[in-house]
Nanobody, 119 residues
Framework: QVQLVESGGGLVQAGGSLRLSCAAS????????IAWFRQAPGKQRELVAR???????NYADSVKGLFTISRDNAKNTVYLQMNSLKPEDTAVYYC?????????????WGQGTQVTVSS
């Protein structure tokens, strides 16, 4: 079992920055791929950024060069540094954890944290 707790959301003006944190429980954190998704009102949930157990990252085109995902395995925490925020970044941001045990995939979600960017 993995429990995920997001924090760091809030209200920020356009051009500002926020850092989201995703704290995970469980001893399997180091083998887990962690991703940040977001969902704006009336829109589908979309992938923002992902980091594998080995540290490889990928980003949505809309946030490349602006957002940075990183992980600290000693703290069981993944971060999403968001710079130059825009009103269109307003959404609920969710942390997602995924790992495999043999052929079985395990997927977990956090409760989400609201990010609001004012113009």
């Amino acid at each position: 079992q993995v429990q995920l707790v997001e924090s760091g959301g809030g209200l920020v003006q356009a051009g500002g920055s926020l850092r989201l944190s995703c704290a995970a429980s469980g001893s399997i954190f180091s083998i887990t791929t962690i991703a940040w998704f977001r969902q704006a009102p009336g829109k589908q949930r979309e992938l923002v950024a992902r980091i594998t157990a080995g540290g490889s990252t990928n980003y949505a085109d809309s946030v490349k060069g602006l957002f940075t995902i990183s992980r600290d395995n000693a703290k069981n925490t993944v971060y999403l540094q968001m710079n130059s925020l825009k009103p269109e970044d307003t959404a609920v941001y969710y942390c997602n954890a995924r790992y495999y045990q043999g052929p079985y995939e395990h997927v977990y979600w956090g409760q989400g944290t609201q990010v609001t960017v004012s113009s």
